[in-house]
């Protein structure tokens, strides 16, 4: 397991845009962002796999958000750009030494949390 810790939240209009960070104490092959609102399920929102070209990406944020990885420091983001009032939760950073990317957003694969980041969007 390693420690993770997001920051960058924070309130946004709707349109505009964030950054969000999560440190790590080592690497991993698998990095995600989950994301909860108030009274849904947590659900993926994108992962970042060692040795894929390519992340992936819940449909809901294909083409707003990108996912990257810094190697050397261990540090993953998410660009959030033209955001959605539905964009509104608690997200959160998740690690896992192993994942598919059939199923990437199942949350069994994750060893790793951190304790989140509140996104607040408003219209």
């Known amino acids: 397991q390693v420690q993770l810790v997001e920051s960058g939240g924070g309130s946004v209009q709707a349109g505009g845009s964030l950054r969000l960070s999560c440190a790590a104490s080592g690497s991993s092959r698998c990095m995600a962002w989950f994301r909860q609102a108030p009274g849904k399920e947590r659900e993926g929102v994108a992962v970042t796999i060692s040795g894929r070209d390519t992340p992936y990406y819940a449909d809901s944020v294909q083409g707003r958000f990108t996912i990257a990885q810094d190697s050397g420091t261990n540090t993953v983001f998410l660009q959030m750009n033209g955001v959605k009032p539905e964009d509104t939760a608690m997200y959160y950073c998740?690690?896992?030494?192993?994942?598919?990317?059939?199923?990437?957003?199942?949350?069994?694969?994750?060893?790793?949390w951190g304790l989140g980041t509140q996104v607040t969007v408003s219209s």
């Open positions: 998740a690690a896992a030494q192993m994942c598919s990317s059939i199923d990437w957003y199942q949350e069994i694969w994750y060893d790793s």
